[in-house]
């Protein structure tokens, strides 16, 4: 790419000083972001609404699932261990559906990246969505780029003071709200909010409130593109995710170079006016190409755009483009001078994206398999189960009749909202007894029944004893199975009968 004019124009820098010189740490510059419109402002403005809507409603929303549960429709119930989604339940053994969701989430993400670069960091990541809110709050207050950079190197008066104020006290009262709204998702929002405003809440909610609100106010509010630049690691490695027909927000310099002003002869169409430097929220220029600051949030488009509808020329000097495309239409307008021949043979050059390709078809492959595995899993999950624990000591029990007896704890988790009455069964060599002292009464076979926990978890003693004359080995395979009232087997756990040497 042909260095910009500006540049070459620059009288030779002094030699560079030795690097003992050099400071351990810069000062950040800061950056002031230029307020712009056009289609794609009105998109992130839409998603912002949505992604903000979207966690501040949530927590309020409800769903009845009976007596004596939350009928809040999203929450992760800390005390019960549950996780409720709508009409889904998870236990905490159900664990490896979290799991399934981040890894959908990952391979998602990989995805789109290489479809259409950082949309993610443009559009929804946390990080942009709540920076984006607290600079238009900044820009409400205190005005725009110029009058905030102004505003800024004024000395402190009462009226800089009162600005100040207001703008954190905002900033203060949104991230009060974040926080407040993060802990909803844990607690009953209804309840968690009126015991924060009343001080009745615990020194653990009032800990949690405080520090999501402290963070949102520091990376929001002051960090911004630092976070972006410094603390996030998917830059460093997104690039990998990336190929040359990604959809990129691109700077079309066989178009734009050379710069020069608008009335110039010879020169393309960017006038070097830095437009798309205002508006950037990490204070880059496009133009100097792929860069890792560059979150692809395209506000740089809609700038570029509105100097050239000014100046009478097409859009699009700035616009989401392929890498295969840039270089095709470099090529295609090698030797021609800057005019209407040349943009016509420049955007001819150019061939749709190829959404298609291996990388992308290994990554939808991907997602179908995870997403059918966990599909088939939820569909399959055990509604009833059961867990026998042997007792550890004493292993056995030699009864006075010269009997020997074994005692078992018998867990059956219920994973819904009725109460069945279960038979418990053993399978084990002809003889055995079953004992339960717990026992809610017997069915006609005479099998213990045992009476299941609504969603929660329900334990009895079991004791299985071989009489006399039963001559069994120091370890003996049983099993013991649930049977509902018709019969069939809900669960079945395998163990074993131990006992002294024959």
């Not at 020194?203 to 593109?225: D, M």
């Not at 133009?287 to 979150?295: A, M, P, V």
Request: hydrophobic fraction near 45%.
């Amino acid at each position: 790419m042909k260095a910009p004019e500006r540049l070459q124009a620059r009288p030779a820098a002094a030699s560079p000083a030795p690097a003992a010189d050099l400071p351990l740490y810069a000062d950040r510059q800061k950056v002031y972001p230029k307020a712009v419109r056009g289609p794609v402002r009105r998109v992130k403005w839409a998603v912002l609404a949505l992604c903000l809507g979207l966690y501040y409603v949530v927590p309020w929303l409800r769903w009845d699932r009976g007596p004596g549960v939350p009928d809040q429709a999203v929450l992760v119930d800390i005390a019960n261990a549950r996780l409720f989604f709508l009409w889904i339940e998870l236990w905490p053994q159900e664990i490896y559906f979290l799991a399934g969701a981040l890894i959908l989430g990952a391979i998602a993400l990989f995805a789109v990246s290489s479809l259409f670069g950082r949309l993610w960091c443009g559009f929804t990541c946390p990080q942009t969505v709540w920076t984006d809110l607290f600079m238009w709050v900044e820009r409400l207050i205190e005005g725009d780029r110029v009058e905030r950079m102004r505003l800024d190197k004024a000395p402190w008066t009462a009226a800089k003071w009162a600005r100040k104020t207001a703008k954190h006290a905002a900033w203060l009262a949104i991230a009060a709200a974040t926080g407040g709204a993060w802990i909803m998702y844990f607690n009953d929002a209804p309840t968690v909010t009126r015991e924060i405003l009343t001080g009745t809440a615990s020194a653990r909610v009032y800990f949690f409130f405080g520090l999501f609100t402290t963070t949102t106010y520091v990376l929001a509010g002051w960090a911004r593109e630092q976070v972006c630049t410094y603390m996030c690691p998917w830059p460093r490695f997104q690039a990998a995710m990336l190929d040359e027909h990604s959809l990129v927000v691109s700077y079309r310099a066989w178009r734009g170079e050379p710069r020069g002003k608008a009335k110039a002869q010879g020169v393309g169409d960017c006038v070097d006016c830095l437009a798309c430097v205002q508006v950037c929220p990490t204070g880059i220029d496009i133009r100097d190409g792929q860069q890792l600051e560059c979150i692809g949030c395209g506000l740089c488009i809609d700038a570029c755009d509105q100097i050239m509808e000014r100046l009478g020329r097409p859009k699009g000097l700035i616009a989401f483009e392929t890498l295969s495309n840039l270089a095709a239409s470099e090529a295609a307008v090698a030797g021609l001078p800057p005019g209407p021949e040349r943009y016509a043979r420049g955007m001819a050059a150019r061939r749709p994206p190829r959404f298609i390709r291996p990388r992308t078809l290994v990554y939808a492959g991907m997602l179908s398999v995870v997403s059918l595995a966990m599909l088939a899993a939820f569909l399959l999950r055990e509604t009833l189960g059961m867990t026998v624990i042997h007792d550890r000591a004493p292993t056995f029990v030699r009864l006075s009749d010269g009997g020997v007896r074994n005692g078992y704890t018998v867990k059956i988790a219920n994973k819904t909202r009725e109460t069945p009455m279960l038979a418990l069964a053993l399978e084990g060599p002809a003889g055995l007894r079953l004992a339960v002292p717990d026992a809610a009464g017997s069915d006609a076979a005479g099998r213990p029944l045992l009476a299941a926990r609504p969603d929660g978890l329900a334990q009895y003693r079991v004791f299985v004893t071989a009489p006399p004359a039963l001559r069994l080995a120091e370890s003996t395979p049983i099993a013991f199975r649930l049977l509902d009232p018709r019969g069939r087997a809900v669960a079945r756990e395998e163990s074993v009968f131990l006992g002294p040497k024959p």
